[in-house]
């Protein structure tokens, strides 16, 4: 019913003298199902957000937020949680409500721009004040004494993030070339760098001291009780963490090559449906502003990368490593593709980890 | 009893309320378990079942719930024994505080127990200096189980202890017997079954334990990743019939414990002549 | 299950023990009380000092905080449900439990125990896997608007279902023990059924009862396990002050966890006090009850 909609706007602009805006403004509820470290970033936005959307539309938007484990949340979506808006961590547990429930169109990467990222982050690692164990980069993580803190990439998707960065790294190591994966011609070396990914990643969870379910009880663990030596996380987590518990505790250590993280968003349509139109347009435009310039520049200061640095306050720009980052589609073929090979029950991790 | 049956009033309306209830909320749900896991079939429950991680969570559970109940079982003969029979300060406050771990929500229990034995906690700090690391290993489960079940074993020994015929004591030790001697053939007897009432009390309750343990255990496969907790994960990775299975397992190991409690309490009450 | 507990629940007799050498004496007190003071206390003792670290203001803050409040309310109404239901279902089974004989009864009376014994978590799975969308229930319940997990109707029934025993395993040795003659005159007499409850039956378990129920309320009020499967963990809408304390945790917010957390304390501590004045009455009760 777009017609509402211009009413509202008419509302809004002519009647606003006369009536009071309420009378014909909606009072919409969202439910956005999230992964662990975004709590800040959409605490923020709703805000944003709501302010933006009322003065466009006289309607009132509260947003309401679950957060979890990303796949945990994928799961409570599909078992029936009503969110209207799922924002999680990586693009395979949103295929996963599509394929299971119908709910998402299989083609909800094309629904915003960027493959739906508004924004990207990536893996870097955490370490102990003063960087006590001289951790520099990838292979400084296998080396004898060292705890690394990763959660489990079994309910995780920053774990997944990192398992596949640790990947990459090994890779880029071991061909120089990344070009050379798709090449026929290199076929027997990418085989055999494949097989030094493979043992690499095996080694390094034989470092693994504790395998937490989420982001956020890894970074708990590392952060709050001290344990381990290194932990792996989102950058924007690690930036987070020190910023709220202490810069005279951690150091953020950037490898020379990670993962390009894309968290992407999609519009639950199967549960906006029956909200109605407005509450739809009200989804579509919560996931649609940010890309605004006012969210990226929001996004910047919750230390995520904005796909439109220019919106964002430059010093929050700086504070941003320049790094060598590969995306998932280029190296794995896309998470569809990864998640069977390395992530589902009887794939690669489960061959790996010996405990 | 025919007589009684006849004579007292509400015996439809409150078997029909009970027999209700307990199937809503029982009955059915349970069923929806079986019939769930049956759908593997007897080869994919065993199957699912006879999974190295799985097995690794048993035994996780099992030990560590085992280790706590057993300490539970000398700790709290000790509280109940020093309860019942020496005079304390402030006995009824020390008392009621036994069944703190009934009325604490599980989740305080757990942040505050990982608070506590984390390395760089009040405790955890204490226990590094020895190179021993508590929080996020079995032996931290074991810590948040003995939380849990120690007012099991103290409640049920603590009145067995207060019917004790103090005579039979004084008579023995008057014959010359020495004060183990007296512990072990006057008073233990009739504690057993008490105890080991106790005992499998704490620790059925230790095997299904979850919102404590789960912040203090580190949750490592293979290491401490307990059963509730492996359940969950199941679940969240969408494999529901590996969670039911699972599940019903546990509800299973549940059930014969609780048959064994029963029994227990039904020699309890012949030792002793209760009821 | 709770039969023995509640038995326990006496106080014990003050008289010392004569016999014992003094060194036994001491060193066991010692022991019990050091035991209490490392399991008890101190976890008590740690949620206070954590939850005040960062000061009074940070502690108000956190305890009326919007999320806090609406946590609050959603537990309140939660064991509003639950607690009566489940009173009622106690006295109904602790009825035809103690008051009459039929095939099956102990079977009935080892169901009431089952949950005692089963894992919250499989408390919670249960009704995903009735009511969750993929399961039996579950699509017609959500497309006709009446979604059961992931809102209240299904943290009340995880709630129900880990809360069910309590009243039921307090009255049903209580009522054992006292016998039905009491009631069984007063029928005869010519009293009704709801009089022969109210001026019989109802005082004679009052105390019993009342026990029941708050040991009841503390475990809805508490419960995490099941509730946090079902739950969905909605900020403002399906969570409930356990599961704020983890999402608190969970945020770097330490002091607001452990603040929201003496909430909790507060109440298993209430529940503590009211559990002795009740035991104390109680005792009594068991006193006049076997001759």
Redesign the interface.
């Known amino acids: 019913m777009p017609t509402l909609k211009t009413a509202a706007l008419t509302g809004a602009l002519g009647l606003s003298a006369v009536m009071p805006l309420a009378a014909h403004a909606e009072e919409i509820q969202l439910l956005n199902a999230s992964y662990d470290p975004t709590r800040e970033l959409y605490q923020d936005y709703n805000t944003l957000f709501s302010q933006w959307y009322e003065k466009q539309t006289g309607d009132s938007v509260t947003v309401e937020q679950s957060h979890g484990g990303s796949g945990g949340q994928s799961r409570s979506v599909i078992d029936g949680l009503p969110a209207d808006v799922v924002t999680l961590a990586l693009g395979y547990d949103i295929d996963a409500i599509a394929d299971r429930t119908g709910k998402i169109p299989e083609d909800w990467q094309r629904a915003f721009p960027h493959h739906s990222a508004p924004y990207t982050s990536t893996i870097v690692f955490l370490v102990r004040k003063g960087n006590p164990k001289h951790i520099q980069d990838w292979d400084d993580l296998t080396k004898p004494g060292i705890e690394v803190i990763t959660p489990n990439p079994k309910t995780s998707g920053g774990a997944r993030w990192n398992f596949l960065a640790a990947w990459v790294a090994v890779l880029k190591r071991e061909l120089g070339d990344l070009g050379k994966l798709d090449d026929p011609q290199y076929a027997d070396d990418v085989a055999s760098a494949q097989a030094a990914a493979r043992q690499y990643v095996a080694t390094l969870y034989q470092h693994v001291p504790v395998l937490d379910s989420g982001a956020r009880g890894a970074t708990n663990t590392f952060v709050q009780r001290g344990l381990g030596d290194v932990l792996l996380a989102w950058e924007n987590e690690a930036f987070l963490a020190t910023e709220e518990l202490g810069e005279d505790q951690f150091d953020i250590v950037v490898p020379a090559v990670s993962i390009l993280t894309e968290p992407p968003v999609a519009v639950v349509s199967g549960n906006i449906e029956r909200k109605g139109d407005s509450a739809r347009e009200a989804a579509s435009a919560y996931l649609e502003h940010l890309y605004s310039p006012e969210a990226q520049k929001l996004i910047a200061a919750n230390y995520y990368r904005p796909i439109a640095p220019q919106a964002a306050d430059p010093e929050d720009i700086a504070r941003f490593p320049d790094l060598e980052l590969h995306t998932i589609d280029e190296i794995f073929g896309g998470w569809r593709e990864a998640q069977a090979t390395y992530f589902d029950d009887g794939g690669v991790f489960d061959t790996i980890y010996q405990p | 009893m025919s007589q009684r049956q006849s004579m007292l009033p509400g015996f439809g309306l409150s078997l029909g309320v009970t027999v209700l209830a307990i199937s809503l909320l029982v009955m059915i749900p349970l069923l929806a378990l079986v019939t769930r896991s049956a759908e593997l079939g007897l080869g994919g429950i065993w199957q699912t079942l006879a999974d190295r991680r799985v097995m690794a969570a048993f035994r996780v559970s099992f030990s560590t719930a085992f280790a706590a109940a057993l300490l539970n079982l000398f700790m709290g003969l000790v509280v109940a024994w020093v309860l019942v029979r020496y005079p304390l300060p402030c006995k009824r406050l020390w008392d009621s505080l036994i069944d703190l771990p009934f009325a604490l929500p599980t989740a305080v229990a757990g942040i505050v127990l990982t608070t506590l034995y984390a390395p760089n906690g009040w405790l955890g700090r204490w226990f590094a200096e020895f190179g021993l690391q508590v929080a996020f290993t079995p032996l931290g489960i074991t810590i948040a189980l003995i939380f849990i079940g120690l007012p099991f074993v103290v409640r049920t020994v603590e009145p067995i202890l207060q019917d004790l015929d103090r005579q039979q004591e004084e008579a023995s030790t008057s014959l010359g017997a020495s004060r183990w001697q007296t512990f072990r053939r006057v008073l233990l007897p009739p504690l057993v079954p008490a105890l080991l009432t106790g005992f499998s009390l704490a620790f059925a309750r230790g095997l299904g334990e979850y919102g404590s343990v789960i912040f203090i255990a580190g949750n490592m496969p293979m290491k401490s990743e307990i059963v509730p907790l492996l359940i969950v994960t199941k679940l969240e990775q969408y494999n529901y019939p590996g969670a039911t299975v699972i599940a019903l397992a546990s509800l299973v190991v549940a059930f014969v414990m609780l048959l064994v409690v029963n029994g227990l309490q039904q020699w309890t009450r012949k030792r002793t002549g209760r009821e | 299950?709770n039969?023995?507990?509640s038995?326990?629940?006496?106080?014990?007799?003050?008289h010392?023990?004569a016999?014992?050498?003094p060194w036994?004496?001491y060193g066991?007190?010692a022991?019990?009380?050091a035991?209490?003071g490392l399991?008890?206390?101190?976890?008590?003792v740690?949620?206070l000092a954590?939850a005040f670290r960062e000061g009074w203001q940070a502690y108000l803050d956190a305890i009326t905080d919007r999320y806090t409040r609406h946590a609050m309310l959603l537990t309140l109404i939660t064991a509003l449900i639950c607690v009566p239901l489940n009173t009622?279902?106690g006295?109904?089974?602790a009825?035809?439990?103690a008051?009459?004989?039929?095939p099956g009864r102990s079977l009935?009376t080892?169901?009431?125990?089952?949950?005692?014994?089963?894992?919250?978590?499989?408390?919670g799975?249960?009704?995903?896997?009735?009511?969750?969308?993929?399961?039996?229930f579950?699509g017609w319940f959500?497309t006709h608007?009446f979604?059961v997990?992931?809102?209240l109707p299904g943290i009340v029934?995880a709630t129900?279902?880990v809360t069910?025993p309590f009243v039921a395993r307090e009255l049903i040795?209580l009522m054992?023990?006292q016998g039905?003659e009491q009631?069984?005159a007063s029928?005869?007499l010519g009293a009704s059924?709801w009089r022969?409850?109210w001026t019989i039956t109802l005082p004679r378990i009052k105390w019993g009862l009342l026990y029941g129920v708050i040991?009841c309320n503390?475990r809805a009020?508490?419960?995490?396990?099941a509730v946090?499967?079902v739950s969905?963990?909605?900020?403002?809408?399906t969570n409930t002050?356990?599961?704020h304390?983890?999402?608190l945790?969970?945020?770097?917010q330490?002091s607001a966890?452990?603040a929201v957390?003496t909430l909790?304390?507060g109440?298993?501590?209430v529940?503590?006090?009211l559990?002795?004045i009740i035991e104390w009455r109680q005792q009594r009760q068991w006193e006049n009850a076997s001759p």
């Not at chain 3, 080892?110 to 408390?123: E, K, Q, Y």
């Open positions: 299950m039969t023995t507990i038995i326990a629940s006496r106080p014990a007799p003050r010392p023990d016999g014992s050498v036994v004496r066991l007190s022991l019990a009380l035991i209490l399991f008890l206390i101190l976890p008590l740690a949620v954590e009622l279902f006295i109904a089974a009825w035809c439990i008051r009459f004989q039929f009935l080892t169901l009431i125990d089952l949950p005692f014994s089963v894992s919250p978590v499989i408390a799975l249960v009704f995903i896997l009735i009511f969750g969308s993929q399961g039996w579950g959500t608007g979604p997990i992931f809102a029934l129900l279902f069910l040795p054992q023990a039905a009631e069984e029928i005869m059924a022969m409850f040991l503390a009020m508490g419960e995490f396990g946090s499967v969905g963990h909605i900020r403002g809408a002050l356990p599961l304390v983890e999402i945790y969970n945020e770097y330490f966890a452990f957390a909790l304390a109440l298993a501590i529940t503590l006090v559990k002795s």
